[in-house]
């Protein structure tokens, strides 16, 4: 049984850094078949450009700031039957299609959406969450071993990560795709919402990881500090028109702007912002959220046929190895390394010191993943701050952790 065909979408702007790290570990994608689509500014096409596997590659130029836009512009030339959205500061676990797009052959599922880890690579930062009837969205408890196929009660819905999810084409054709009324925050909850309604199930599949940065962009800096929030008010606005009952709007609008005006509170104590940037992040949100009031919102006729035929990724089937390495021969282990990448390899090296440092992975530009910390330090957070351990109990430890998202063997 083949697989089925599936289109990667990502969107990009004004990160063509990231961006070419992201499509490097994206080049490494243990599935066939897929095609890739990269919906970008100049800068954006430039690195996609330079890329050595750029003819394979479907670039849409797109230099406008508003991401349901360009997710709809990577939609209409995607081919595959299944269409999967990361960021351009995210990167794929290499079996993450693999896992992602299964549940997709069951003819009820129609969104799938899988777990996040966050800039130290270890702690998650998106699992499984529930949309409430406001938009809200809540943890839910789920098998973290285990696909979960959930169906919501009315008014609610299940939420997929904007960086790690996938949709069926024709369903998502089907309800108009994404509403370019949401520039920016809000545009997969809609989405969400939109599925349903329509009484569609979403599969969220924890093994199906990946990893994402959070670099800056123009709404906030790489610290995660607000620079505008005109888009999150405007975005909370159609929101409301859209999903929420109007007798509900101001109570629930009162309570958000409260979060808002808090979180910016924390940055202001911490010292990421100054009191006058508070009141004027305030100014734009109330101003985004009136101009939301009355903004048009238009799901898109999407035709149902792409306008372009599918264009497959160069599929290579990759041998996944674990390097273990310590400080003081870091450097050699380190271009042995790179040297089986460059021989087509997933190339994971485990530096551990001895230390109790805590752990921290990242997938490296020369394309290979890297995770350092102490032999007695935390990788998963949950265990103890110190823990005495053999080294060879500890390379076990940390490779069965990663191994079916990484496809490593047992041995």
Same mark, same amino acid.
């Given at each position: 049984?083949?697989? =089925?065909?599936?289109?990667?979408?990502?969107?990009?702007?004004?990160?063509? @850094?990231?961006?070419?790290?992201?499509? =490097?570990?994206?080049?490494? =994608?243990?599935?066939?078949?897929?095609?890739?689509?990269?919906?970008?500014?100049?800068?954006?096409?430039?690195?996609?450009?330079?890329?050595?596997?750029?003819?394979?590659? %479907?670039?849409?130029?797109?230099?406008?700031?508003?991401?349901?836009?360009?997710?709809?512009?990577?939609?209409?030339?995607?081919?595959?039957?299944?269409?999967?959205?990361?960021?351009?500061?995210?990167?794929?676990?290499?079996?993450? *299609?693999?896992?992602?797009?299964?549940?997709?052959?069951?003819?009820?599922?129609?969104?799938?959406?899988?777990?996040?880890?966050? /800039?130290?690579?270890?702690?998650?930062?998106? @699992?499984?969450?529930?949309?409430?009837?406001?938009?809200?969205?809540?943890?839910?408890?789920?098998?973290?071993?285990?696909?979960?196929?959930?169906?919501?009660?009315?008014?609610?819905?299940?939420?997929?990560?904007?960086?790690?999810?996938?949709?069926?084409?024709?369903?998502?054709?089907?309800?108009?795709?994404?509403?370019?009324?949401?520039?920016?925050?809000?545009?997969?909850?809609?989405?969400?919402?939109? =599925?349903? /309604?329509?009484?569609?199930?979403?599969?969220?599949?924890?093994?199906?990881?990946?990893? !994402?940065?959070?670099?800056?962009?123009?709404?906030?800096? /790489?610290?995660?500090?607000?620079?505008?929030?005109?888009?999150?008010?405007?975005?909370?606005?159609?929101? !409301?028109? %859209?999903?929420?009952?109007?007798?509900?709007?101001?109570?629930?609008?009162?309570?958000?702007?409260?979060?808002?005006?808090?979180? *910016?509170?924390?940055?202001?104590?911490?010292?990421?912002?100054?009191?006058?940037?508070?009141?004027?992040?305030?100014?734009?949100?109330? @101003?985004?959220?009136?101009?939301?009031?009355?903004?048009?919102?238009?799901?898109?006729?999407?035709?149902?046929?792409?306008?372009?035929?599918?264009?497959?990724?160069?599929?290579?089937?990759?041998? $996944?190895?674990?390097?273990?390495?310590?400080?003081?021969?870091?450097?050699?282990?380190?271009?042995?390394?790179?040297?089986?990448?460059?021989?087509?390899?997933?190339?994971?090296?485990?530096?551990?010191? @001895?230390?109790?440092?805590? !752990?921290? $992975?990242?997938?490296?530009?020369?394309?290979?993943?890297?995770?350092?910390?102490?032999?007695?330090? %935390?990788?998963?957070?949950?265990?103890?701050?110190?823990?005495?351990?053999?080294?060879?109990?500890?390379?076990?430890?940390?490779?069965?952790?990663?191994?079916?998202?990484?496809?490593?063997?047992?041995?």
């Amino acid at each position: 049984m083949t697989d =089925l065909p599936v289109s990667v979408i990502v969107v990009s702007r004004g990160r063509p @850094q990231t961006l070419r790290r992201c499509l =490097l570990g994206i080049s490494q =994608l243990q599935y066939n078949p897929f095609e890739v689509i990269v919906v970008a500014d100049p800068q954006g096409i430039a690195v996609a450009q330079d890329a050595p596997f750029a003819a394979a590659l %479907k670039l849409i130029p797109f230099d406008q700031p508003n991401i349901s836009a360009a997710r709809n512009l990577g939609l209409v030339n995607a081919a595959g039957e299944v269409v999967a959205f990361i960021d351009d500061d995210a990167v794929p676990e290499p079996q993450w *299609l693999h896992y992602l797009v299964a549940p997709a052959r069951q003819s009820d599922i129609a969104a799938m959406g899988g777990y996040v880890r966050g /800039r130290n690579g270890i702690s998650f930062q998106w @699992q499984a969450r529930g949309i409430d009837e406001r938009g809200e969205s809540h943890d839910i408890d789920i098998d973290p071993h285990q696909t979960s196929i959930l169906t919501p009660p009315k008014g609610r819905a299940i939420k997929t990560e904007g960086t790690n999810m996938a949709f069926r084409r024709d369903i998502l054709v089907e309800i108009g795709g994404f509403d370019p009324a949401y520039a920016y925050f809000l545009d997969e909850t809609d989405v969400n919402m939109r =599925l349903a /309604r329509a009484g569609h199930a979403t599969a969220i599949i924890p093994v199906a990881e990946v990893h !994402h940065g959070f670099a800056a962009n123009a709404t906030r800096s /790489r610290a995660r500090v607000p620079k505008d929030l005109f888009d999150i008010g405007a975005s909370w606005a159609v929101f !409301h028109r %859209k999903h929420v009952a109007t007798s509900d709007h101001k109570a629930h609008w009162d309570r958000l702007r409260a979060d808002q005006q808090r979180r *910016l509170l924390r940055h202001m104590v911490s010292g990421g912002l100054e009191p006058h940037e508070v009141r004027t992040l305030m100014k734009r949100l109330d @101003q985004g959220y009136k101009q939301g009031q009355s903004r048009a919102t238009d799901t898109q006729k999407i035709a149902k046929h792409p306008a372009a035929p599918f264009q497959p990724f160069p599929f290579t089937l990759r041998k $996944s190895v674990l390097i273990t390495t310590r400080p003081m021969r870091a450097r050699r282990d380190f271009d042995q390394a790179r040297r089986k990448v460059n021989d087509g390899g997933i190339v994971t090296l485990l530096n551990l010191s @001895q230390s109790a440092m805590f !752990h921290q $992975s990242w997938f490296d530009e020369s394309g290979m993943w890297i995770q350092k910390g102490g032999l007695f330090g %935390k990788s998963d957070r949950k265990m103890p701050l110190f823990r005495f351990t053999k080294r060879s109990s500890r390379v076990s430890f940390e490779r069965s952790r990663v191994a079916t998202q990484r496809g490593l063997s047992d041995v």
